[in-house]
């Protein structure tokens, strides 16, 4: 699976968009593009994946490059909650969909 | 529903001590995973099941074993605990039905520490 490249740490007004970088350089056609996140102490949580479209959830909005080599994960309005560490996972559809987690980027979102 | 819940939240063991942890879920999900989680690390899989009576290793499998006897279960074992092993644990599924077959489901963790 392709190594992702995240900023180590970020912070953000609360309110305000949050845009969290992730560069997949390496990245091959057949693979995707997840972000989780993980709340202090918690087990991780699904946001949101993509292949080659811009895709939006409830939840967040992903941006992925023409060339798929960068992606963005943005949360519209972020509030206090949305304080976490947040992962990008590039992941080739496969038997055993296993994840390979990194350090992922902790944002902090201030009042 | 519950989820995925596991047991126990927490733990502290002696070393050469032995113990399970028991990952239950509701979901009908085929695949479930056990991860550990180190201070101010990411994730590390340790081992992972595709179904009823299958078992395969992860990134990071010595010191542990796993059985999945029933859908529903994954269980973790550490027969003889080290202080490496300090970590808080991760249980997950992975379903299938409706493109869901990307969304992986934490339980909420159990932490254990090896003295």
């Known amino acids: 699976d392709a190594k992702t490249t995240q900023p180590t740490s970020m912070d953000c007004a609360e309110g305000r968009a949050a845009n969290l970088p992730c560069n997949h350089s390496?990245?091959?056609?057949?693979?995707?593009v997840y972000w989780y996140r993980q709340i202090h102490s918690q087990g991780p949580q699904y946001i949101i994946h993509g292949l080659k479209n811009n895709e939006t959830n409830e939840m967040a909005s992903l941006i992925i490059t023409e060339d798929r080599k960068s992606s963005t994960l943005i949360l519209p309005h972020a509030t206090l909650r949305d304080t976490a560490v947040y992962y990008c996972?590039?992941?080739?559809?496969?038997?055993?969909?296993?994840?390979?987690f990194g350090a992922g980027t902790t944002v902090t979102v201030r009042a | 529903n519950a989820g995925v819940t596991q047991t126990p939240k927490f733990r502290v063991l002696k070393t050469g001590q032995s113990m399970t942890l028991l990952c239950a879920q509701d979901?009908?999900?085929?695949?479930m995973y056990w991860y550990r989680q180190d201070p101010g690390m990411g994730l590390r899989l340790i081992h992972y099941s595709v179904g009823e009576g299958t078992t395969a290793k992860g990134e990071v499998p010595d010191g542990y074993n796993v059985s999945r006897l029933k859908k529903q279960n994954f269980l973790l074992g550490l027969e003889s605990a080290a202080p490496s092993q300090t970590s808080v644990y991760f249980c997950a599924t992975n379903g299938l039905a409706g493109g869901q077959w990307g969304e992986q489901f934490f339980g909420p963790g159990t932490r254990l520490t090896v003295l």
């Open positions: 996972i590039v992941r080739e559809r496969s038997n055993d969909y296993k994840l390979s």
């Open positions: 979901m009908n999900h085929e695949y």
């Open positions: 390496t990245i091959s056609g057949n693979e995707y």
